[in-house]
């Protein structure tokens, strides 16, 4: 099945620094999806990019598809940046593979 | 619009037993996919459902089942427990088989 690896594996930042995340995939998909769990484990959906680039506030996501990966960015990071992302491939909805996640830490 | 509500929240059950838990999607969504997380393993899909079809489902034995009903919501059970599957039992809802994810806020579950 597709292999998805993402990094890094931990990340602590001082408030206000920049990031960037990195999630590979072996395969072609049409289907990728970014989320960010919080410590109580609640999974939000961050941006749904099978392909090209988005922006929502300080987080911005870019997919190449064709290079088989994808990128988050956080800008100016918050303490309530901190947490699990993760990325999640597929074909659709019914097939996705998640990353092991990058453990964000924002120190204030 | 609410958003998706898992229920119980928290779950203690011992090896043998079953379990079931329900998900209520978005108002509207019509596919529901759930997911098993646990530390060594990460996150896992287990199965989605749309207008109440399972249109496929992971890597997971026979004991894992579901069911979707007419209004969308949904159940999964687990027979005969066993500690492995002791996790964070999450399910997300979608309006379309491929698109945005909305997550409901988990069962936590274990089995002792």
């Known amino acids: 099945g597709i292999q998805v690896e993402q990094s890094p594996p931990d990340l602590i930042l001082q408030e206000g620094a920049n990031s960037t995340l990195r999630c590979n995939f072996s395969?072609?998909?049409?289907?990728l999806q970014w989320f960010h769990q919080n410590p109580w484990g609640q999974l939000i959906n961050l941006f749904y990019?099978?392909?090209g680039t988005k922006q929502n506030g300080r987080l911005s996501a870019t997919t190449v598809a064709t290079e088989r990966y994808s990128l988050l960015y956080i800008s100016s990071s918050q303490t309530t940046d901190s947490g699990v992302y993760f990325c999640?491939?597929?074909?659709?909805?019914?097939?996705?593979?998640f990353g092991a996640g990058t453990r964000l830490t924002v120190k204030p | 619009k609410a958003g998706v509500t898992q229920t119980p929240r928290y779950l203690i059950k011992t090896r043998g037993q079953q379990v079931t838990l329900s998900c209520s999607p978005i108002?509207?969504?019509?596919?529901v996919s759930w997911y098993q997380q646990t530390p060594g393993q990460g996150l896992q899909f287990l199965f989605e459902?749309?207008?109440?079809?399972?249109?496929n489902k992971g890597n997971f034995p026979g004991r894992f089942s579901g069911r979707q009903f007419s209004n969308s919501r949904s159940e999964m059970n687990v027979s005969t427990l066993e500690l492995g599957d002791s996790a964070l039992y999450l399910c997300?809802?979608?309006?379309?088989?491929?698109?945005?994810?909305?997550f409901g806020p988990g069962t936590r579950l274990l089995v002792l």
């Open positions: 108002s509207g969504h019509r596919s």
């Open positions: 459902y749309f207008s109440e079809t399972q249109r």
């Open positions: 999640a491939v597929g074909w659709s909805n019914n097939d996705m593979r």
């Open positions: 990019i099978p392909s």
């Open positions: 395969d072609s998909v049409n289907n």
């Open positions: 997300a809802s979608s309006s379309r088989t491929k698109g945005t994810q909305y």
